[in-house]
């Protein structure tokens, strides 16, 4: 099973409206976090948003946010007020297991496209 | 500021080849990780390494093999190159999880 799934491949949105970009995941694990990367066509990963399983409230980053539903165990991004700049792809993230350490890797979906319109 | 250094931004090589990518950090962090990313996959891990000398296979190690010599340098190697190797590869780096940084991406076409 996968566990992390992106349904959406490609999202557009108007400038200036707010756009959701939906992720689930799947874990047994009770401590785990999962994170938004936005990827430009330049190729870098950006890091935008955290939010750890046991944060009780959702994550918030200016016009980022993190809708946290756990008992769904969805982990949808929120853009709020779109911009051109914001036309990228996507990625959701998950990892599990304790914070620090070693070898806390990440496992990635299938990422989103998010073309921005005027 | 962290830096995510990558020996490449684009690459091309021909089958066979032997290919070295390297990757280098400045935070001193234990650490290391290398992905592959393709359309329509997302990222995918190939080899991790949490300390020097130390190295785990991740989802897709087969056709790889890495080297971590120093702290601050991460080596994924393509023994022999193939067609189906042609990638963008990614390397990230970290202390915390939640800190994940990322280089570039070396851009690597196998003819």
């Known amino acids: 099973a996968q566990k992390i799934t992106q349904t959406q491949p490609g999202m557009f949105v108007q400038e200036k409206e707010a756009v959701t970009l939906d992720c689930t995941y799947d874990t047994s694990d009770p401590s785990y976090g999962l994170f938004w990367y936005k990827q430009p066509s330049s190729g870098e990963m950006i890091f935008l948003i955290y939010q750890g399983s046991y944060d009780q409230q959702n994550a918030t980053e200016g016009r980022y946010s993190l809708n946290f539903q756990k008992a769904r165990k969805s982990a949808n991004l929120v853009i709020s007020a779109s911009q051109l700049g914001d036309s990228a792809m996507y990625f959701c993230?998950?990892?599990?297991?304790?914070?620090?350490?070693?070898?806390?890797?990440?496992?990635f979906g299938t990422g989103t496209q998010l073309k921005v319109e005027l | 500021d962290v830096k995510v250094t990558q020996s490449s931004r684009y690459l091309v090589k021909r089958t066979g080849e032997k290919v070295f990518l390297e990757c280098v950090q400045d935070m001193d962090h234990e650490n290391m990780f290398w992905y592959r990313q393709d359309p329509g996959l997302g990222l995918r891990l190939i080899y991790f390494?949490?300390?020097?000398?130390?190295?785990e296979k991740g989802d897709i190690p087969e056709g790889y093999s890495v080297s971590r010599e120093k702290k601050e340098r991460f080596s994924l190697i393509l023994e022999s190159a193939s067609t189906n190797q042609t990638s963008m590869y990614l390397c990230a780096s970290y202390y915390r999880v939640d800190e994940q940084f990322f280089g570039p991406g070396t851009r690597l076409t196998v003819l």
């Open positions: 390494s949490y300390d020097v000398k130390m190295k």
């Open positions: 993230a998950m990892r599990e297991g304790r914070l620090t350490g070693g070898g806390n890797k990440l496992t």
